[in-house]
């Protein structure tokens, strides 16, 4: 029996731990063993979670560990993972039974997706991914390293995101669309051309947006 080890212990985290608990085919996987915070009072006020055992950078990992980073923000989702796996550290891919994930889809190291989710034909997912529920990925869509597809985020048939992208709740990607490198799509946007790397756009259609 492995010892699952959560990387984040506030919202996400707690919602990852709940996650794992009303699901018995994890619960026959691992033991959630705690989590890892450098915010040591992050639990504070929250009954019925498993402890916080250490921070990211001061964790000394242990045969049986096993991780599963619940960071929203890609950005440090990538830093923390980087950590453990420079020390040597393995990460679960966690997917739930309740989506409809077809049988060819490619998924990568350490992606998680949650309840409800629909991901067609020939779809490339690539490591430490997070999929939330409700969220609808064509065919042949490829979505990078480290991204976040918040709920009902749409994806059309063979459009991109690259990595470190953040797809926002019900956000569209039409078909054939891509979007570059650490950009973001704000709520509720429809984008309908190509994006550049590292900009945020926002509307419908979805222009970008001047900082």
């Known amino acids: 029996m492995k010892n699952l080890i959560i990387i984040g212990a506030r ?13 018995e085919k994890y619960r026959k996987d691992f033991i959630i063993k705690g989590f890892l915070d450098s915010k040591k009072d992050a639990l504070d006020g929250f009954a019925d979670y498993p402890p916080i055992l250490n921070s990211v ?7 049986n560990d096993l991780f ?40 990568g190291e350490g992606v998680t997706i949650f309840d409800f989710c629909f991901i067609s034909a020939n779809t ?9 529920p409700f969220c609808n990925i064509g065919h042949d869509a490829v979505i990078g390293n480290y991204c976040a597809l918040e709920s009902y985020a749409f994806m059309g048939g063979y459009s991109q995101i690259g990595n470190n992208v953040t797809l926002h709740t019900r956000s569209t990607i ?7 490198d650490n950009a973001k799509v704000g709520a509720g946007s429809v984008v309908i051309r190509n994006v550049e790397p590292h900009i945020t756009v926002f509307g419908m259609p979805a222009k970008k947006l001047d900082h």
Do not use: M, W
């Open 124 to 132: 490339k997912i690539g490591d430490f991914s997070v999929i939330h």
């Open 11 to 23: 919202g996400f985290g707690r919602e990852t731990y709940s996650f794992c608990q009303i699901d």
């Open 68 to 107: 599963i980073c619940a960071l929203g923000d890609p950005y440090y989702r990538k830093v923390y993972i980087e950590i453990i796996k420079r020390k040597g550290g393995l990460f679960y891919t966690l997917l739930s039974h309740k989506s409809v994930i077809f049988p060819n889809v490619e998924i």
């Open 174 to 180: 039409l078909p054939h669309v891509k979007v570059g």
């Open 57 to 63: 950078e001061d964790y000394e990992i242990q045969s």
